[in-house]
């Protein structure tokens, strides 16, 4: 589950992703984000462009911070499903930067595909250089989009875009979008060694 | 919320307001005339529109915080949320606990005088619903010169009047908190009641309901009553935590006295309950809560039934609470979400089963102060 627990302006700052997602959704639509930390995006996305946000999240702290924030919030364990929501209830449902961090990841991305019109879904990229020079290094990697060490990490399933591409083709996900960035710079050439962040739009079932 | 300033709202007293125009209940009576008790903590601002109504839950009443004396042991049902710094800040807002219809506190109940026959009301007194509860509600606020609640909140079967709020008045409540509520009983909950109802009913003191005639209580219904409810308000683990098998004396007896400590603590729970509250109230409290089913009139469709709502909805679950679980929230807040409301859902790891919404649990209350610090911050 997500472990974004910085303070909420500070979030939005950090999160470069946040203005390719709000690029992505068209103005006061429906929007469902899983593992929605504190609320950042889902605020951001509700102060640009007046969507009806609801996050899920599991962690006390986050949802209390949720509150703090005007963030609608609904407490449960993503990997329980989203049985309680039915199909195609939202506009755009969003995993952001939390799949590396579920258990089942292919559950959760086929509910997301049945409650969402639209879905979208971001990670770290496992494949980015800089990742690739720890492991030759010989330690685990860690960056700006990796900071946990392995033995405090949350992250179960990490992958890079590659493994990525391969799930979506073997899963009969169609990819309508796909960006990477690094820094906040979008990257074209080789984007699994030069990307650090990958984003990806689905067609709807 | 600074240590430095949290207080209990100290000495507080009741006060009755009378009501001469008839109310038409749901079930087809009509009440000629009514008082209601009820109190108040903080301060009426000049808008009038920093104003919560705290609903009861089955047992509770209008005392919701303060004690009547220095001497008063005991403090309202939900001191630990009410005050200066707490949750429900007196600082910020007007606060109001009010005994329902059909109690035993101070409101016209079956204990009450008809003023038809100067006797007491007892058998004949109407089934009162969750519905008439909010409309008498809804006349103190008329008479309070209240039209808008900052908020209407409640625990149990006070979640359900906070829920029906925002069904029979959508305009009048601005948020709406919900906790350890359901939008109806389940099978086993009417069960619990049903046996509850036998009980009292089946003590030869009941008199049909017109046992004041006879200068009698049935008290041992009552306590038999209370007994089981007590047993379904506690989860197995905080049981076995707070008595396990502990033995009331050093060795068992081979009798059928109060050998185990969970006997001596219901036995006094029942005891204490039988002394003070009134048979024909509890007959009508576990009737109301049989009877609140908003989605019945939608063929079972909460969504629709919720549909009129305007409210924004912060819903309260305990995760050990089995009389009224999560899933019935999260039924709560599926239908919110499908009518596109304003809602948040916080599922709170307690352990005290459904009393938990009593406790003073860290995280529930820092949800409800965040909350109530948005609530506070809408007002005008």
Known sequence: MNTKTSNFAQTVLERSDFAVIARWIKPKTKVLDLGCGDGALLG?????????????????????????????????????????????????????????????????????????????????????????????GGN?????????????????????????????????????????????NKISWLPNVFGSLAMYRFEPR | MGMSNVASVGIVTPQTAHFSEPLALK??????????????????NAERSNVILVCHALSGTHHVAGNYSEEDKYPGWWDNIVGSGRPLDTDKFFIIGVNNLGGCHGSTGPASIDPTTQQPWGSRFPVVTVEDWVAAQARLADK??????????????????????????????????????????????????????QAIITDPEFHNGDFYAHSVVPRRGLRLARMLGHITYLSDDAMGEKFGRKLKHDAVKYSFDVEFEMESYLRYQGDKFAGEFDA??????????????????????????????????????????????????REIVKALLENERTVSYAELTAAHGHDAFLMPDPQYHAIVNAYMQRVAGEIV
């Not at chain 1, 799930?167 to 990819?175: K, M, T, Y």
Request: glycine share 6%; with cysteine; charged share 15%.
């Open chain 1, 44 to 136: 951001y996305l509700r102060d640009t462009l007046q969507v009806s946000g609801y996050g899920i999240e599991n962690d006390d702290a986050n949802v209390l911070a949720c509150i703090k924030n005007g963030i609608n919030v609904v407490q449960m364990n993503l990997e329980d499903g989203l049985s309680g929501f039915e199909a195609q209830s939202f506009d755009v449902v969003i995993l952001s930067q939390t799949l590396q961090a579920v258990y089942q990841t292919e559950r959760i991305v086929q509910e997301m595909l049945r409650v969402g019109k639209e879905v979208i879904v971001t990670f770290p990229n496992f494949g980015y250089w800089r990742h690739r020079l720890n492991i030759l």
């Open chain 2, 280 to 329: 024909n109230t509890y007959l009508r409290m576990t009737r109301a809560l049989d009877y609140y089913d908003p989605a019945a009139q939608y063929n079972g469709d909460l969504s629709a039934a919720l549909a009129k709502a305007k409210a924004q909805f912060l819903v309260i679950s305990f995760t050990s609470d089995w009389r009224f679980s999560p899933a019935r929230s």
């Open chain 1, 140 to 184: 685990m990697p860690m960056s700006k989009s990796l900071p946990h060490q392995w033995y405090n990490t949350p992250n179960v399933h990490m992958c890079t875009i590659h493994d990525f591409d391969e799930f979506c083709a073997s899963h009969g996900i169609r990819i309508s979008e796909r960006l990477v960035m690094t820094n906040g």
């Open chain 2, 27 to 44: 079930s087809g009576a009509v009440l000629p005339a009514f008082d209601l008790v009820y109190e108040t903590y903080g301060t009426l």
């Open chain 2, 144 to 197: 309070l010169g209240i039209q808008t609640f900052a908020a209407v909140m409640g625990g149990s079967l006070g979640g359900m009047q906070a829920l029906q709020w925002t069904l029979s008045f959508p305009d009048r409540v601005r948020h709406a908190l919900v906790i350890a509520a359901a939008p109806n009983l389940t099978a086993q909950n009417i069960a619990f009641n049903e046996v509850a109802r």
